[in-house]
């Protein structure tokens, strides 16, 4: 952990400016419904280079605060510490990880955050950004997430051998050009599949199609 306190806002740290990303990568998580940041871990710290209006609208805060910053920001002093061992892992060996963490809005009140770090590669394979999706989850309630993973079960159940294959690897963050190269298949009936699947999926966004799969177990 982090020598940080809270969730306030309270750091001194420069925040380095980063460039806006690439208008796709926005379009991954623009249209989510589903609080959403990407992160670029070729800039020190892993920096947010990209927040959702529904990121804002769940955590209080402004991209101006956001953006540069590494999302630590949502954890404080009661949050699980192997709980963000966990993602750090997840992190470091650039596999998707879903944990549900306590984390805090910008006003101090906590909340459960069932949160998806998931890695993205490049059309090369390399490592380009990590895509995080934060869903809040009532801790007295019935778990929302375990509701959510049902659910991407029984969607994913109902999907052709090959339609799971293609989403397998639009989960381990694949681009097209990569799933064609591994599954011996024209990237034009990739590009097919995808919009099959976010159809089927009803997934406004590549970020939620991830988010998805990630909660089927694949
Ligand atoms: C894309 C992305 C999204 C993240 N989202 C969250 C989050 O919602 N909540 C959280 O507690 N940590 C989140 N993390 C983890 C933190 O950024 C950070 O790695 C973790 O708190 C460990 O902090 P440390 O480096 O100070 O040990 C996210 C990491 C990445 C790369």
């Known amino acids: ?3 940080e306190e809270g969730n306030i806002g309270t ?21 989510s419904p589903i609080a959403s940041v990407i992160s670029n871990p070729r800039l020190p710290d892993n920096p947010i280079v990209s927040s959702n209006k529904a990121f804002s609208d769940l955590t209080g805060y402004h991209p101006d605060f956001i953006i540069g910053r590494n999302c630590r ?5 009661a949050t699980e510490p192997w709980l963000t061992e966990e993602i750090r892992r997840g992190v470091r060996e650039r596999k998707p990880v879903l944990v549900e963490i ?24 390399e490592l380009e950004f990590f895509l995080g999706s934060q869903v809040e989850i009532d801790s007295d309630g019935p778990s929302l997430a375990k509701a959510r993973r049902m ?7 109902d999907l052709s051998k090959r339609q799971r294959e293609v989403l397998r690897y639009i989960a381990k963050g694949l681009l097209n050009k990569q799933i064609a190269h591994e ?18 999926l009803d997934a406004p966004s590549a970020a939620d199609m991830v988010r998805l799969a990630v909660e089927a177990g694949m």
């Open 1 to 3: 952990m982090s020598s």
């Open 11 to 31: 750091e001194q740290q420069s925040i380095p400016k980063v460039g806006l990303p690439k208008a796709s990568v926005r379009a991954l998580i623009d249209n």
């Open 73 to 77: 920001f949502l954890a404080g002093t």
């Open 151 to 157: 659910r991407a079960t029984e969607i994913v159940k």
């Open 102 to 125: 306590l984390n805090y809005k910008k006003d101090g009140t906590p909340f459960q955050n069932a949160v998806l770090v998931a890695p993205l590669f490049d059309d090369g394979g």
């Open 183 to 200: 599954l011996d298949l024209s990237e034009r009936t990739i590009k097919m599949h995808r919009a099959i699947l976010m159809k089927r």
